[in-house]
């Protein structure tokens, strides 16, 4: 069984940071990610890794995704946090390295951003 497994997730207040880790076990994957979704809103992608990184212009220079091969660990380290950042983040995994949902046939069970003001 596959199994992608978030944590990091909490609530921060603005201008702070958070490392959300993701560990995948039952297999290694070509590419791993990480989605957002806000409630109310559509689901967004926010970067992902396999040896390039692909980031959405919207949060680009505050966020950096990093991946551990020896661990099948992916990481995403977010900085100057704002109450926009606040959703659920999905961690995901697939072939291809993509900015479309439909693209990762992985996804975790997400953990909560919160940013308080």
């Known amino acids: 069984q596959v199994q992608l497994v978030e944590s990091g997730g909490g609530l921060v207040q603005a201008g702070g940071s958070l490392r959300l880790s993701c560990a995948a076990s039952?297999?290694?994957?070509?590419?791993m990610g990480w989605f957002r979704q806000a409630p109310g809103k559509e689901r967004e992608f926010v970067a992902a890794i396999n040896w390039s990184s692909l980031y959405a212009d919207s949060v680009q220079g505050r966020i950096t995704i990093s991946r551990d091969g020896a661990k099948n660990t992916v990481y995403l380290q977010m900085n100057a946090l704002k109450p926009e950042d606040t959703a659920d983040y999905y961690c995901v995994a697939g072939p291809h390295l993509s900015s479309r949902a439909g693209q990762y046939n992985y996804w975790g069970q997400g953990t909560q951003v919160t940013v308080s003001s």
């Open positions: 039952g297999r290694t994957f070509l590419v």
